[in-house]
């Protein structure tokens, strides 16, 4: 089956760094990918969406500026949590969707745990 | 605005029972409705689509049934399992395929021996 690796799967840093989270998928081309936030006993809440070879699309309240995506390859997207603060400590999440014609589930990385200390 | 309704407590069964969950749907018109299920510290996985014209999918101890009048998709997992605790998500989804996935609130799934 279709397979989301994301990693990495937990990072710890400090106040101020900037943070890289890549999703790749292993066994098929994702034209989509979609990066989730995830609190503690909440569900996922999306962030954007990200095409290959375009500019991604933010949801409302989420600063492209803080969380840059970049949409490189087919089988890449990354998320880069600029100038991290506690605040931005969270479950992240990627998902990736292939091409066809829609009814296409998504499938989804592992997760990265980000801690800002 | 789209909003997506599932069982916000937990729910609690005994082993062998039948789990069902709900999830409701508003100012929505999906053309199909997705189930995921997530362990924690993990990513939902998926387990059952149903398109619209369908009104129930099943596979294996899992069934799936929507109905676009009531606007609500079911969820039942038959015979169930301790292994069967996560905590389940719907995602309904309109026709097109560039359109966003958004989730339900998710249900939390407990199944004791």
């Not at chain 2, 100012?27 to 369908?54: K, M, T």
């Not at chain 2, 339900?104 to 004791?112: A, H, I, P």
């Amino acid at each position: 089956g279709a397979v989301v690796s994301q990693h990495p799967s937990w990072v710890i840093c400090k106040s101020g760094t900037s943070v890289k989270i890549e999703c790749r998928s292993l066994d098929f081309q994702a034209t989509t990918m979609f990066w989730y936030r995830q609190f503690p006993k909440q569900s996922l809440m999306l962030m954007a969406t990200s095409n290959e070879g375009s500019k991604a699309t933010y949801e409302q309240g989420v600063e492209k500026d803080k969380f840059l995506i970049n949409h490189a390859s087919l089988t890449l997207s990354t998320l880069t949590v600029t100038s991290a603060h506690p605040e931005d400590s969270s479950f992240y999440i990627c998902s990736a969707e292939g091409q066809g014609i829609g009814n296409q589930p998504q499938h989804f990385g592992d997760g990265t745990r980000l801690s800002i200390l | 605005s789209q909003k997506i309704e599932q069982n916000s407590e937990a729910l609690n069964i005994q082993e062998g029972k039948t789990a069902t969950l709900t999830c409701n749907y508003t100012n929505y018109s999906p053309a199909y409705l997705q189930w995921y299920r997530q362990d924690p510290g993990r990513g939902p996985v998926f387990l059952l689509l149903i398109r619209e014209n369908e009104k129930e999918k099943r596979k294996e101890r899992l069934k799936v049934t929507f109905d676009t009048t009531l606007k609500q998709s079911l969820f039942h997992i038959t015979a169930s399992q301790p292994a069967d605790s996560a905590t389940y998500l719907c995602a309904p989804r309109t026709r097109y395929n560039t359109d966003k996935l958004i989730f339900g609130t998710g249900t939390r799934l407990q199944v004791f021996p």
